[in-house]
């Protein structure tokens, strides 16, 4: 059978298409590689941690409003800090707690390139006592949490009623001074050794001259 005189060309169009395919075929998967070798890179976190800079342990001031502001840093699982993560600061519904700067019991906040994000804002209620704040974060799907304990106290000049601080000060004085007294006093009357008599002193002797009465006799 012989082939049309078409066939030349028909082989040659069949040519570009193998040559185009064999082109696509070694061309595709160099993107499809470094996207593969890529994924690593994007994915390099398996495991998030928070570490509590500031803020455990503090006790904020009710008279002043001031508090310890909580700071805290995410890490992966080589102690790496993790940039971009988000960190969510809960405080209590009711009882011993604060508030943020807008009023609100919650705070969102992103970790800087340090891997570090700051409660800002703190403020304490006027509630005496221990509280929590919970600690939330989360980065590329993965989440970790933590609790920073604190607590609300009085100054001390509140706890004394408002009595000013230099009259504090004065009282405890005197009160030293009187406890002071009662011990001399203790010791003077519970066997302790008196106090030396004071000496009197003995009169010096003078010397006393007596005038006789003369007596007249007669001439020898």
Do not use: W
Not at 12 to 22: C, D, H
């Amino acid at each position: 059978m012989r082939l049309p005189k078409t066939c030349p060309l028909i082989n040659q169009r069949l040519l570009r298409i193998s040559v185009a395919l064999q082109l696509a075929i070694h061309l595709t998967p160099a993107p499809m590689l470094a996207q593969t070798a890529g994924a690593p890179q994007t994915a390099a976190v398996s495991q998030l941690k928070i570490v509590i800079l500031e803020g455990e342990g503090a006790i904020n001031n009710i008279r002043q409003r001031t508090a310890r502001e909580p700071i805290v840093q995410v890490e992966d699982e080589n102690r790496k800090p993790v940039a971009g993560a988000m960190v969510l600061f809960t405080l209590p519904d009711s009882g011993p707690g604060a508030l943020f700067a807008d009023g609100s019991k919650s705070l969102i906040a992103y970790t800087d390139d340090k891997g570090q994000a700051k409660g800002k804002g703190l403020k304490p209620n006027s509630t005496v006592g221990a509280y929590q704040i919970v600690v939330n974060a989360t980065a590329q799907g993965l989440k970790a949490s933590s609790i920073i304990n604190q607590s609300n106290a009085l100054t001390a000049a509140a706890v004394a009623g408002g009595i000013s601080a230099k009259l504090i000060a004065i009282l405890a004085i005197a009160g030293g001074a009187a406890a002071a007294g009662v011990v001399a006093a203790k010791s003077g009357g519970n066997g302790g050794s008196p106090p030396p008599p004071t000496p009197t002193p003995t009169p010096t002797p003078t010397a006393t001259i007596t005038v006789g009465t003369p007596t007249v006799g007669g001439p020898n």
